[in-house]
Nanobody
Framework: VQLVESGGGLVQTGGSLRLSCAVS????????MGWYRQAPGKERELVAD???????RYVESVKGRFTISRDNAKNTVNLQMNSLKSEDTAVYYC?????WGQGTQVPVSS
């Protein structure tokens, strides 16, 4: 099983980034996929997830700013992040609840 995140990087407050996660080794189309983040000194938290049926949920702090999507043809799950805030600074991981990627850093500078 392999999950590979990409798209992170330094961004200014108010900016946007699009994270992508390429998944292999699982039956992607039936998996619930999520984006998680871990800020320095904090526990990992769920940011957003999407079920195989397309049900989506977001943590309250990102509602209206972040959009999760999945492409079952490409085995990818994406996270569009807009209006970024300094408190969004974290390492972002994709996962299916059992497996995780290596993470991609998103530092947001004020």
């Amino acid at each position: 099983v392999q999950l590979v995140e990409s798209g992170g990087g330094l961004v200014q407050t108010g900016g946007s980034l699009r994270l992508s996660c390429a998944v292999s080794g699982i039956t992607f189309s039936v998996a619930s996929m999520g984006w998680y983040r871990q800020a320095p000194g904090k526990e990992r938290e769920l940011v957003a997830d999407v079920t195989s049926g397309g049900t989506i949920r977001y943590v309250e702090s990102v509602k209206g700013r972040f959009t999760i999507s999945r492409d079952n043809a490409k085995n990818t799950v994406n996270l569009q992040m807009n209006s970024l805030k300094s408190e969004d600074t974290a390492v972002y991981y994709c996962g299916d609840g059992g497996y995780w990627g290596q993470g991609t850093q998103v530092p947001v500078s004020s």
